[in-house]
């Protein structure tokens, strides 16, 4: 029996999700795609409940549930994390009511214990990755998704994973927290330091964006990133141990107090990465460490 099948007889009254935005959606169709049923959808506005409950089949849709009977067996809460706990207060728990299941990253099963006190029937299953408009019919293909809270419960849900095509990760609540967090390092931070890149352009007198400048080298950094170890795909000045162009640079930042105090914590932080190598220059090493620890 497939995982498909196992996990349609231990649910079949399907799946409700509360919170129809990007995961929501993506999880709400993703799920009907497979076959499995959704049993209702709710969402504070009622624009994009409408539009995924006409892709997917369902009839039972609003701003909250009416009555438990519109439920089915598992409720995703595809809510924001600060609204997760909120809800499982107000709604309180349900008798002989469905299991739930938050998707928030950071937060642990536990907040839905309102819901449950005994702690039976509750979960997060996270999805470790990003959800957009453009990636919503493949975004599930093999990205992990961890789980955690109820043994017997993520168990089942295992089989919900791999019958949508992602990679279940069982894990307690301090390694989901620790895997959220390393997300946020990898993926996150990005974009800040895109931002940074293009402020400092813009500075010296660049119209150009950083993006169209970068992104055939961006594409190269991150397909080595996703082939080696980060040691091993290193390039740059401090790879190479070259003090005169880390000087260059931080005459060019001298007057961006912001720029450089961001550029030599990243400094630091790849010369430790690159000490981890056995082919090193002490005495450079030593030098630009002085300089990445500087204060002005």
Known sequence: MTPFELSRQQFPRGFTIIGTGRLGSSLALRLHSKGYLIRSLYNRTLDSCERIAAQT???????FPARPAELGDVVFLCLPDDQIEAFAKKMGPVKDGPAWVHTSGAAPADVLLPLAPDGR??????????????????AFNQCFVTLQGDAVLCGQLKKVVEAIGARPLLVDSRQKTAIHLAAVYVCNYMAPLFAASQGLLRDNGLEIRARDLFGPMVRQAVEGLLSNPPAEVLTGPVMRGDTGTIDRHLNVL???????QLYRMLGRATLELAQTLETRDRFADDEMMKRFSATD
């Open 121 to 138: 029937g509750i979960a997060s299953m996270h999805p470790v990755q990003t959800f957009t408009i453009k990636n919503r019919e493949t």
């Open 57 to 63: 089949d369902t009839d039972t849709y609003g701003t």
């Open 254 to 260: 001298a007057d961006s107090p912001e720029w450089i």
